[in-house]
């Protein structure tokens, strides 16, 4: 008889840059891991690179960071956490603010807590943490979800659609899983 072993976990690193507290770098860690099987490692905190310094705004280009974060080797996927601000270009806007950045199918992604507001009905750890999610999920290979409600909603800078999160739909937790076997 055949027995088939569990898939190994997918391995995360995940990337604090500047003074984001250990205790939110444990927090996502442990949520990662539990929502997709992942084995995360916290790395070594360091500032945000220059080169990806946008002066006209003074913020960072997420889409610069991606492609640094994804040489950080060892790891299948890797995700950046910052408190700063971060943008990218979308449609006709040059420098739109973000809540996070994730190349569908790529190594890597980024989140910042700039933009997650300190009130509400939910923390801003938990909504960092759903961005999170969402940002990996595209790394992963999900792209935005119509279903109301799931993680992979489309924000588009929106908190309220972050707050009515409910986690991943059924058929984006089957994609998820699919990844894995
Ligand atoms: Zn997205
Ligand atoms: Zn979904």
């Known amino acids: 008889m055949l027995w088939l072993e569990d898939p190994p976990p997918i391995s995360i690193g995940l990337q604090p840059y500047g003074k984001v507290q250990p205790s939110v770098c444990r927090q996502l860690k442990a949520r990662l891991e539990r929502e997709f099987f992942a084995k995360v490692t ?8 220059k080169s990806a310094f946008y002066a006209p705004r003074s913020r960072y280009r997420a ?13 299948d996927k890797v995700i950046g956490v910052t408190l700063d601000d971060i943008s990218t270009t979308k ?18 992604c980024v989140v910042s807590s700039f ?3 300190k009130q509400g009905a ?8 759903r961005v999170a999610l969402h940002e990996v999920g595209h790394t992963l290979g999900l792209e935005h979800c119509p ?28 994609r998820v899983k699919a990844i894995r076997n």
């Open 147 to 174: 279903t109301l409600h799931c993680t992979m909603s489309d924000a588009e800078g929106a908190l309220k659609t972050v707050d009515d999160e409910t986690g991943f739909c059924q058929l984006c937790r089957r």
């Open 91 to 108: 449609g006709k806007f040059k420098d739109w603010g973000v809540f996070g950045l994730g190349s569908i199918g790529g190594r890597s």
């Open 42 to 49: 916290i790395l070594p905190a360091h500032g945000l690179p």
């Open 115 to 117: 933009r997650l507001g």
């Open 122 to 129: 939910v923390s801003p750890l938990e909504r960092l943490s």
């Open 63 to 75: 889409d610069r960071l991606l492609p640094i974060l994804a040489g950080s080797k060892g790891f």
